[in-house]
T-cell receptor
Framework: GAVVSQHPSWVICKSGTSVKIECRSL??????MFWYRQFPKQSLMLMAT?????????EQGVEKDKFLINHASLTLSTLTVTSAHPEDSSFYIC???????????FGPGTRLTVT | AQSVTQPDIHITVSEGASLELRCNYS??????LFWYVQSPGQGLQLLLK??????LVQGIKGFEAEFKRSQSSFNLRKPSVHWSDAAEYFC????????????FGAGTRLAVHP
């Protein structure tokens, strides 16, 4: 139980384009989803918190207009990196949480490379 | 300030040896503590969690952790390490059962020698 998927697992895009990453909770309803960014050999940095049907809450220093988050349903959240640049290249990981799931469960991550 | 410290960036042990990974936290509210493991290029897998009750918690893959409030610690242990345990280990603290955001430590990279 408590499985979270992400799609795609890796993506390469050209500078200036936008890319969308999906995060799904497969076997539970996630009232809250989180988006993290991880640089090589570093820890996870929380980017934003999204609750179903509400606007996402962004951490300080994260550009909300660049990283668009939509939590359309209790099982799906999307992160769109707009006008991507090479410095946006990173490993993006989502997690989903709900009281029923008793904790926070992580997706397998998406490797984004911007050329 | 809320923080998690993992003092050991890199640890190397021999297969079959015991393991202890250290984690110290600073948290104003009642801490909910977690250990996650990450293999290269993968997401995080929950090893175990502590919410309340017995301070020694058992997790998956033979891991256990002990919560010591007086020392603000939540160290992870395994009596006999397997080569497949080589990975990155993250300690995290949160509130309300982890439903709110988690604060992660910097991680400890474990290497296992045959």
């Amino acid at each position: 139980g408590a499985v979270v998927s992400q799609h795609p697992s890796w993506v390469i895009c050209k500078s200036g384009t936008s890319v969308k990453i999906e995060c799904r909770s497969l076997d539970f309803q996630a009232t809250t989803m989180f988006w993290y960014r991880q640089f090589p050999k570093q820890s996870l940095m929380l980017m934003a918190t999204s609750n179903e049907g509400s606007k996402a809450t962004y951490e300080q220093g994260v550009e909300k207009d660049k990283f668009l988050i939509n939590h359309a349903s209790l099982t799906l959240s999307t992160l769109t990196v707009t006008s991507a640049h090479p410095e946006d290249s990173s490993f993006y990981i989502c997690s989903a949480a709900s009281e029923g799931a008793a904790g926070q469960y992580f997706g397998p991550g998406t490797r984004l490379t911007v050329t | 300030a809320q923080s998690v410290t993992q003092p050991d960036i890199h640890i190397t042990v021999s297969e079959g040896a015991s393991l202890e990974l250290r984690c110290n936290y600073s948290y104003g509210a009642t801490p909910y503590l977690f250990w996650y493991v990450q293999s290269p290029g993968q997401g995080l897998q929950l090893l175990l969690k502590y919410f309340s009750g017995d301070t020694l918690v058992q997790g998956i893959k033979g891991f256990e952790a002990e919560f010591k409030r007086s020392q603000s610690s939540f160290n992870l242990r395994k009596p006999s390490v397997h080569w497949s345990d080589a990975a990155e280990y993250f300690c995290a603290v949160g509130s309300f059962g982890g439903y709110n955001k988690l604060i992660f430590g910097a991680g400890t990279r474990l290497a296992v020698h045959p």
